[in-house]
């Protein structure tokens, strides 16, 4: 009672003193409307900025050097630390209303040095009045959920009606057009990444999200290595782990799984038909009988916001949970009222960066609805904030930011919806060309002008497209429903993302931009463009790059490697290949990375990268023109240039000697089938060291033999062996993972196929 009574005077000190509510500059002019119309004990959704935050760019030099997850735990600890010391009274005065229910919801958001909270217009006034190391207190509005989605309606017509497809038992077709099947059966299914779904919430138990379901092990009460369990007749939170404690300190008691911050609670499953279907995209496992998921094997951190302040607060609980990538299907649009606070959507993307983090986002379906939502505001935040790395034809380069916005592509064509958005965005003083705009621009952000600054480009958005409309995920209820949108879009990204970090964990936030934006298919105007982004993602293609071979040609595929000089201003050189590269683009590769070519003439000039386009076996001939002229015949020679420990040089020699050379393995094993994924048929190459009996046996997961290849007494050499998708019994097998297994001796080696039918 003593606290309530000090409070009260407290409160009532703010009218004795003559201050008023127009007085209180700290307080945004959009919420100064709402707090004058609002009753006195009405609540007031707000979240108040303090002056002095911590800059990504200064984050930046801080942790130069660091490894992404090391940065990520640095960058945690220092704006930790710094809202700590700078908060104090505003959240102690806050702690005390609160106690006097005056005030309630206080949430810290160290990561911008924010307090969002729910209080009365007279406790928002006198907090502007007290505390002058507040930069600004804003309104906190909250948006119908059907307003935030990006689906084009599918999710709320989903619900109502309960439609639902049935299993396809195949990938849904999605995955097939951006090649992730290809990634799965080299090995890679997203396995040790942390993907965070900022959504509408998940049914988290669905047969095939529950077993990717991120464990908080924070909360791990009774070390049994998991917050989630069966028990013999359902999936449930862990009972020995459910002890009203906050185990891992983040201000969330029991946070198994994520956390909802529309409720304020610990199971965040509400209104998830949405975000079941977009979770399903980034990693369903198909146990239904549909695979829908880009990363099967990835973990879903689930997260429900309610205004922009809790997107914000889930980001941050993302990367202090140490997430690898942040999704959300979520985005404000242009026209809402009040509209969004660009500015803050920018400096919370870029701590993402500073921290290690990929951000996918949809960038809305307002495709043409130019009256509502005019470029450059036809991109919705925060898919209008910038990547993490600048394509070539962002010739207007500004900073940098977590996001890749993505466009959608419809999964049967492969051609961009009307309802996929328009580029560019705009980084500018938005309130000189539109004064109605509610927030200032702050100089820094100013990077990317389109309309201020006559002929210039903005930022090119979406910076990528993905199949949305016409896609398949897993539906609310269990199941499956259909999918849309750039909705559909941003989680076919996401677990793309997931692929390449599986595969390459050291990439940052800037190889896996790259990555993504450069190995797109060219779709539309040539190069990077404001429908298709840099394209259409392939899967497959970025998986290559990220770990480093891009369809190379290994060297115990090459018999030599010769050039020379023809005379005429080209330089010549001629591959020998053992193996079968038929319609793929290689370059030459030693041990696993694709080395330059280099043609010289005494040391001085570099040609470029030997690439053989449609390469089989036998004889290749490549020319590449030298523009200073033609090298000295005599002079000329050709290195491969690779590591220091693996120098490789050649000098020309007469074609028919070429045709004499032989090629003995050093090593018995497996090298590789191709197509793969295939249908009907596949070509399995193996190594032999010295002559041995070898079988060759053809598992399903299961681990029941399908098929023998071989069985038989085998030479040393190369070796090739085709299997068509049949059993032992001259039966066709189902579409599916299939291990192949060789057996030379005491030599057993394995392999991952795919057929897809």
């Not at 948006?143 to 309606?153: A, T, Y």
């Not at 997107?311 to 990367?319: D, F, L, N, P």
């Not at 001085?604 to 390469?615: K, T």
Request: charged share 15%; net charge negative.
């Amino acid at each position: 009672m003593k606290s309530t009574i000090v409070f009260l005077l407290a409160a009532g000190a703010l009218f004795c003193s003559g201050i008023t509510r127009a007085e209180s500059s700290r307080i945004h002019p959009y919420l100064q409307g709402v707090i004058e119309s609002a009753p006195a004990t009405q609540f007031v959704d707000v979240y108040a900025v303090l002056g002095d935050r911590v800059k990504a760019s200064d984050l930046a030099i801080r942790t130069s050097g660091m490894k992404r997850k090391a940065r990520q735990s640095e960058v945690v600890r220092i704006l930790k630390d710094h809202s700590a010391s700078t908060r104090g009274a505003v959240e102690s005065f806050l702690r005390q209303a609160e106690s006097s229910g005056m005030v309630r919801d206080i949430t810290i958001i160290w990561a911008i040095n924010t307090i969002s909270f729910s209080a009365t217009p007279a406790i928002i006034e006198e907090v502007s009045a007290k505390f002058p190391e507040l930069e600004r207190i804003h309104f906190d509005p909250k948006f119908p959920e059907e307003q935030l989605v990006d689906d084009n309606g599918i999710s709320k017509r989903n619900a109502e009606t309960g439609a639902q497809v049935s299993p396809i038992m195949a990938p849904q077709i999605g995955l097939t057009l951006i090649n992730a099947p290809a990634v799965w059966a080299e090995g890679d299914s997203g396995a040790g990444v942390i993907v965070a779904n900022i959504d509408t919430g998940c049914d988290w138990d669905h047969s095939d999200l529950v077993r990717n379901m991120w464990n908080n092990l924070g909360e791990d009460a009774n070390g049994n290595n998991a917050t989630i369990i069966w028990n013999g007749a359902s999936w449930v939170f862990d009972p020995g782990d459910v002890n009203g404690i906050d185990d891992d300190g983040n201000g969330h008691v029991d946070d198994f799984l994520g956390w909802d911050y529309v409720g304020n609670d610990n199971n965040p499953s509400g209104g998830a038909s949405h975000g079941t279907s977009t979770s399903g995209i980034v990693a369903g496992d198909g146990t239904g009988g549909t695979q829908t998921g880009v990363a099967p094997r990835a973990k879903l951190m689930i997260l429900e916001p309610n205004g922009e302040a809790s997107v914000w607060t889930a980001m941050q609980y993302a990367i202090d949970k140490g997430a690898d990538i942040t999704t959300s299907s979520l985005s404000y649009k242009w026209y809402f009222n009040p509209q969004p606070n660009y500015p803050m959507w920018r400096e919370m993307t870029d701590l993402e960066l500073a921290a290690g983090m990929v951000h996918t986002n949809s960038t809305s379906n307002d495709g043409g609805l130019f009256s509502i939502a005019p470029i450059p505001y036809n991109i919705s935040a925060p898919g209008n904030s910038p990547p993490s790395w600048i394509h070539p034809d962002q010739t207007l380069v500004g900073g940098l930011s977590s996001v890749i916005g993505a466009g959608n592509v419809e999964a049967s064509t492969d051609i961009i919806a009307t309802s996929s958005p328009y580029g560019p965005s705009a980084w500018e003083d938005i309130q000189s060309v539109h004064p109605g705009y509610p927030f200032a621009m702050p100089a820094g952000y100013q990077d990317y002008p389109f309309e201020t600054v006559p002929g210039a480009i903005g930022l090119l958005k979406p910076d990528v497209s993905a199949p949305g409309n016409g896609t398949t995920s897993t539906r609310e209820g269990g199941g499956y429903s259909t999918f849309s949108g750039t909705s559909g879009a941003t989680p076919h990204v996401a677990g793309t993302a997931a692929l390449l970090l599986g595969a390459n964990p050291n990439l940052e936030p800037a190889d896996v931009s790259r990555i993504i934006q450069t190995t797109a298919v060219e779709k539309g105007a040539a190069g990077k463009d404001n429908r298709y982004g840099a394209g259409r993602i392939d899967a497959y293609a970025a998986y290559l790059e990220a770990i480093g071979t891009g369809g190379s040609i290994p060297c115990s595929d090459i018999v030599f490697f010769n050039a020379r000089c023809n005379g005429s201003g080209t330089a010549q050189a001629m591959v020998k290949l053992l193996g079968d590269y038929g319609g793929e683009i290689v370059t030459l590769d030693y041990d696993g990375v694709p080395q330059e070519v280099t043609l010289m003439s005494d040391g001085s000039r570099s040609i470029g990268r030997l690439a053989i386009q449609n390469a089989g076996i036998g004889m290749h001939t490549i020319e590449m023109v030298d523009p200073a002229g033609c090298f000295d015949p005599i002079d000329f020679e050709c290195t491969v240039t690779a590591r220091a420990d693996a120098e490789w040089d050649a000098i020309w020699q007469e074609y028919e000697k070429m045709e004499q050379s032989t090629f003995v393995p050093s090593e018995t094993k497996l090298t590789g089938n191709y197509p793969n994924p295939f249908n009907p048929s596949t070509t399995i190459s193996y190594n032999i060291g010295d002559a041995a009996h070898v079988t060759m046996k053809i598992y399903n997961t299961l681990g029941q033999e399908v098929a023998t290849l071989v069985n038989q007494l085998v030479n040393e050499g190369r070796h090739t062996v085709s299997w068509n998708g049949t059993n032992s019994y001259g039966a066709g097998v189902a579409s599916g993972l299939y291990i192949v297994r060789l057996t030379a001796g005491s030599h057993v080696s394995t392999q991952r196929i795919l057929l897809m039918k």
